[in-house]
C-alpha cells in the first residue's frame, strides 16, 4: 500500500538515547515498537538550560528515567503534547511531578463525533482521557523560553485535538502523528475525521517550514512536498473506493480487500476504521449511500 508516497523508513536510534538533531533540539526514543508506532514514540526536548519537552511518551518507567536524566540541572518550563493518544501523554503528570513544568496541549481527549449506540473506541493506541492541560492552547499561541519559541497550530483529523507546533525561525515543525516520513498515519472514527484530516493536511501545506519532526521515525524534509504527497495519496484512496463501489454496493472487508494490496494482517482492522473514515466524509459529500449513519458494518454504494 501507498508506494505512491517516498516513504522513508532508515531510523536507527536506540531507546532512550538522547540525540541532538539540531541545535537546541534534542530527542529520545521511547522502547515501544508496534505497527502504529514503528520504532517507537519520540520525545523531543527544546531548548537548553530552560526546555519544552514534547510528547512526553507512555508510563515507561525506564524512558521516564532517562528523560529526567537528560534534563537534569536544566529547568523544565513546559510539556507540550501533540495529542492524547496513549503512546504520547500520559507521561506528562510524571514530569510534571518531578519538575513542576506546566502541561500545554489543545485540551483533553474527545472524540470527533458522537459516538453511534454500542461503539466505542477500538485501536490499540488508545486515548489517554486522563490528560487536562494546565493551559489550553489556541491555534497560534505560542510558548516560548530562551532561544526558542514555539507555536501551536491546530491539526485535527488523527484526533480532534492533535497540535503540531512550529518552532519559530528554524523551518522546523514538529508534526506528532499528523505527518510521518514512514508512514500515514491512522485516521480512524471516532477518534479521528478524514475531512478535518484533509483540510489539516491543506493548512500545513500552506505554511513554510521545511522540515518536520514527527511523533515516530525520522524527520520528514522537504516537508511542503512531502504534504502534498500525502494529500494525493488520500485523494488516490477515495478514488478507489468510489471506482469500487460504481461496481456495485460493498461492506468494508470488501473494499479493505480490494483497495489495500499486500496489507499486515495486524493492519486489517485499522484498514477497515480508515475507509470507515473515508465513506463518512463521502457520504456527508453525498458521493456515497448507507442506510443510516456511517458504520464499520454498513453496506455502501454510490448516490
Ligand atoms: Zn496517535
Redesign the pocket.
Known amino acids: 500500500m501507498s508506494e505512491d508516497i517516498p516513504f522513508d523508513k532508515s531510523f536507527d536510534l536506540p531507546p532512550d538515547r538522547v540525540e541532538e538533531v539540531m541545535p537546541g533540539v534534542r530527542r529520545m526514543l521511547v522502547s515501544n515498537p508496534g505497527p502504529f508506532t514503528f520504532k517507537g514514540t519520540l520525545s523531543y526536548v527544546v531548548g537548553t538550560g530552560r526546555v519544552a519537552i514534547i510528547d512526553p511518551g507512555p508510563i515507561d518507567e525506564a524512558h521516564i528515567a532517562a528523560l529526567l536524566d537528560a534534563v537534569r540541572g536544566e529547568t523544565v518550563s513546559h510539556i507540550l503534547v501533540t ?1 492524547t ?1 496513549r ?2 501523554s500520559p507521561a506528562a503528570a510524571r514530569i510534571k511531578a518531578a519538575t513542576g513544568a506546566m502541561t500545554c496541549g489543545e485540551g483533553p481527549h474527545r472524540a470527533a463525533r458522537a459516538l453511534h449506540v454500542g461503539e466505542a473506541p477500538r485501536l490499540e ?1 488508545s486515548a489517554d482521557r486522563d490528560f487536562h492541560p494546565d493551559v489550553a492552547l489556541a491555534d497560534g499561541e505560542t510558548v516560548t523560553g530562551p532561544g526558542w519559541a514555539l507555536e501551536a497550530v491546530t491539526t485535527p483529523g ?2 480532534a485535538n492533535h497540535m503540531a507546533f512550529a518552532l519559530k525561525d528554524t523551518g522546523v515543525l514538529f508534526s506528532g ?1 499528523h505527518v510521518m516520513a514512514w508512514s500515514t ?1 491512522i485516521v480512524a472514527p471516532p477518534d479521528g475525521a478524514m475531512s478535518d484530516y484533509m483540510a489539516s493536511l491543506e493548512k500545513l501545506g500552506r505554511r513554510a517550514e521545511t522540515m518536520y519532526f514527527p ?1 515516530h521515525g525520522g524527520a520528514v524534509r522537504d516537508a511542503p512536498r512531502f504534504v502534498q504527497q500525502y494529500i494525493r495519496h488520500r485523494r488516490a484512496r477515495e478514488a478507489s473506493i468510489l471506482k469500487r463501489l460504481a461496481v456495485g454496493e460493498a461492506d468494508i472487508p470488501t473494499l479493505v480487500g480490494s483497495i489495500y494490496i499486500g496489507l499486515d494482517p495486524r493492519l486489517t482492522k485499522a484498514a477497515g476504521l480508515s475507509v470507515l473514515a473515508h465513506l463518512e466524509d463521502l457520504t456527508a459529500r453525498g458521493l456515497v449511500v448507507t442506510q443510516g449513519t456511517p458504520s464499520i458494518e454498513g453496506r455502501y454504494r454510490r448516490s
Open positions: 495529542h493518544h503512546d504520547h493506541a488523527h484526533t502523528d498515519p511523533g
